[in-house]
């Protein structure tokens, strides 16, 4: 015989001889069991655990045994309590010999506690003999338990993972979960219906919720009554505003003037538009021409542009500042950098036309070298050896 869990098996004796009570029609005469040997060989529980108010499914296996002198006309198969019809099968047609059938007897209970029922099968022989079978049930109710809970789990890509857990002993259904920001709803996610001890998750995208405190409802169906369950999370903000740096700069020197050029590197996680690279005005430095201001325009996050700038000089200024504008996040940021003349390891070009030149020099007046005379003297005597050579082969 095989019970589920939650149902009681019947005293091991009083199962392996099962009451059959056998009546002629007609005269009180009794007859043999074995002209209608009518057996309820199990029973199952569906739920195993049910609780209040839960429908209960008892499913009974009536069998007639091999060795029956004939088929059984099943009248009826009933569950009762206490001398009550609970639930009830009608006409389940003749059962021959060896034949058997499952029957589904569907109640609720409206308390908890230990459940004695009865599975009552009555029936008549072909032979006309009534037959009457009882098989006991025991049934444990539990009280209804609604627990549900919320957990919210930040994702590394702007979005979050909410987990609806059911704890209970009752089926979540029609399951919703809603994200609210202020107390307006800012996204709705559905999920399937939850067994008890299960869980489901869904997944928000919070790209414009950061940095706020999100109130996440779930709201789910239990036998017809709506219930909420909600958690508040307030969301990280794990961006890095955009930020413009000059890198990879390179400095051309000439008289008066400097040419730079270089990347500007958004260092942020975030965009940065409207970038305008100006050299500043100081003592020693002005805008130059052609391009004393350089407009970058958009740098994405962690990308960059290249500029190209000029600015004049007086004296001997070791740095050029230059002002960065940009706007990120809506507000406009402006910041300046100093530039070293000499920066990115390039060696500074010559300044033009000296007028200083001291005696020996071998420079030109144009800023032009010239080579020396001891040399200059070499080149022409090879250029007329070559020459002698080249004359005297074409002689042959």
Same mark, same amino acid.
């Given at each position: 015989?095989?019970?589920?869990?939650?149902?009681?098996?019947?005293?091991?004796?009083?199962?392996?001889?099962?009451?059959?009570?056998?009546?002629?029609?007609?005269?009180?005469?009794?007859?043999?069991?074995?002209?209608?040997?009518?057996?309820?060989?199990?029973?199952?529980?569906?739920?195993?655990?049910?609780?209040?108010?839960?429908?209960?499914?008892?499913?009974?296996?009536?069998?007639?045994?091999?060795?029956?002198?004939?088929?059984?006309?099943?009248?009826?198969?009933?569950?009762?309590?206490?001398?009550?019809?609970?639930?009830?099968?009608?006409?389940?047609?003749?059962?021959?010999?060896?034949?058997?059938?499952?029957?589904?007897?569907?109640?609720?209970?409206?308390?908890?506690?230990?459940?004695?029922?009865?599975?009552?099968?009555?029936?008549?022989?072909?032979?006309?003999?009534?037959?009457?079978?009882?098989?006991?049930?025991?049934?444990?109710?539990?009280?209804?338990?609604?627990?549900?809970?919320?957990?919210?789990?930040?994702?590394?890509?702007?979005?979050?993972?909410? &987990?609806?857990? #059911?704890?209970?002993?009752?089926?979540? %259904? @029609?399951?919703?979960? $809603?994200?609210? *920001?202020?107390? =307006? !709803?800012?996204?709705?996610?559905?999920?399937?219906?939850?067994?008890?001890?299960?869980?489901?998750?869904?997944?928000?995208?919070?790209?414009?919720?950061?940095?706020?405190?999100?109130?996440?409802?779930?709201?789910?169906?239990?036998?017809?009554?709506?219930?909420?369950?909600?958690?508040?999370?307030?969301?990280?903000?794990?961006?890095?505003?955009?930020?413009?740096?000059?890198?990879?700069?390179?400095?051309?020197?000439?008289?008066?003037?400097?040419?730079?050029?270089?990347?500007?590197?958004?260092?942020?996680?975030?965009?940065?538009?409207?970038?305008?690279?100006?050299?500043? &005005?100081?003592? #020693?430095?002005?805008?130059?021409?052609? %391009? @004393?201001?350089?407009? $970058?325009?958009? *740098?994405?996050? =962690? !990308?960059?542009?290249?500029?190209?700038?000029?600015?004049?000089?007086?004296?001997?200024?070791?740095?050029?500042?230059?002002?960065?504008?940009?706007?990120?996040?809506?507000?406009?940021?402006?910041?300046?950098?100093?530039?070293?003349?000499?920066?990115?390891?390039?060696?500074?070009?010559?300044?033009?036309?000296?007028?200083?030149?001291?005696?020996?020099?071998?420079?030109?007046?144009?800023?032009?070298?010239?080579?020396?005379?001891?040399?200059?003297?070499?080149?022409?005597?090879?250029?007329?050896?070559?020459?002698?050579?080249?004359?005297?082969?074409?002689?042959?």
């Amino acid at each position: 015989m095989t019970e589920s869990r939650g149902v009681r098996p019947a005293i091991a004796g009083a199962v392996a001889l099962l009451a059959v009570t056998s009546i002629l029609v007609g005269g009180p005469s009794a007859v043999s069991a074995q002209s209608g040997q009518i057996v309820v060989n199990s029973t199952t529980v569906e739920p195993s655990e049910p609780y209040v108010g839960e429908s209960v499914t008892v499913r009974a296996t009536v069998s007639n045994f091999e060795s029956s002198s004939g088929g059984v006309n099943l009248r009826e198969v009933t569950l009762r309590s206490g001398g009550s019809i609970v639930a009830e099968a009608n006409k389940l047609g003749t059962l021959g010999p060896g034949g058997s059938v499952d029957v589904p007897l569907s109640t609720t209970f409206t308390s908890p506690g230990e459940k004695q029922l009865t599975v009552h099968v009555s029936g008549r022989h072909e032979n006309g003999n009534v037959i009457n079978v009882e098989y006991p049930v025991i049934v444990e109710v539990e009280e209804r338990d609604v627990r549900a809970g919320l957990s919210v789990t930040e994702q590394t890509n702007d979005s979050v993972n909410v &987990e609806l857990t #059911n704890y209970g002993n009752t089926n979540l %259904s @029609g399951v919703e979960i $809603v994200a609210s *920001v202020n107390d =307006s !709803e800012v996204a709705r996610r559905y999920t399937s219906n939850l067994d008890p001890d299960t869980n489901r998750s869904v997944v928000f995208d919070t790209a414009d919720m950061s940095d706020q405190v999100v109130l996440f409802t779930a709201t789910y169906t239990v036998d017809g009554e709506t219930y909420t369950t909600s958690l508040s999370k307030e969301l990280d903000d794990d961006s890095v505003p955009g930020e413009i740096q000059l890198t990879s700069i390179e400095t051309t020197r000439s008289a008066g003037s400097v040419t730079i050029q270089g990347d500007a590197a958004n260092i942020g996680n975030t965009d940065a538009s409207s970038v305008l690279l100006t050299v500043k &005005e100081t003592a #020693n430095v002005s805008h130059g021409s052609p %391009s @004393g201001g350089y407009f $970058v325009g958009r *740098v994405e996050a =962690s !990308e960059f542009a290249t500029f190209d700038l000029t600015a004049q000089f007086s004296g001997e200024p070791t740095t050029v500042p230059i002002e960065v504008s940009y706007i990120v996040d809506g507000d406009r940021v402006t910041t300046t950098q100093e530039v070293p003349l000499d920066a990115g390891g390039t060696a500074a070009v010559a300044d033009g036309p000296q007028s200083n030149q001291g005696p020996g020099s071998n420079e030109s007046s144009s800023g032009g070298s010239q080579l020396p005379v001891p040399v200059i003297g070499g080149v022409l005597v090879v250029v007329v050896l070559g020459g002698v050579g080249i004359y005297r082969w074409r002689q042959h």
